[in-house]
């Protein structure tokens, strides 16, 4: 998957937030339901979306980076889109905050790898 740079992709008038929003919404429209699998993976996928919020993640080596969460938190893992890299991870939750552990690439591609 190719990074998305979505300063150029998106409408410049718009903020960060409503940008990556724009970003979640072609990935929900342009994603084919095939089966009922699919079909049970996009309804968890959007009742899971929240509105773009700035989050600090934690990286390996004590990286740490502002990051955008696109889901909320099942208890256990998110979705946030990383903006430098211009793709999205999925994090799991601990003591110290969201910690990237290495899934990267669409949004409901991430959130479907639990």
């Not at 996009?42 to 390996?60: H, M, Q």
């Not at 208890?75 to 999925?90: A, I, T, W």
């Not at 799991?92 to 591609?109: K, Q, T």
């Amino acid at each position: 998957m190719s990074p998305i740079d979505i300063n150029r992709t998106f409408n410049p008038g718009l903020g960060i937030a409503e940008r990556i929003e724009s970003l979640v919404q072609s990935e929900v429209d342009d994603f084919r339901v095939d089966t009922d699998q699919k079909l049970a993976t996009l309804d968890a996928f959007r009742a899971a979306c929240c509105k773009p919020c700035e989050v600090t993640v934690n990286f390996s080596g004590g990286v740490r980076q502002k990051c955008w969460s696109v889901t909320r938190t099942d208890g256990d893992y998110r979705v946030v889109y990383l903006p430098r890299e211009g793709y999205f991870s999925l994090c799991v939750e601990s003591d110290f905050g969201p910690l990237d552990i290495g899934v990267h690439g669409s949004a409901i591609g991430c959130f479907s790898s639990v």
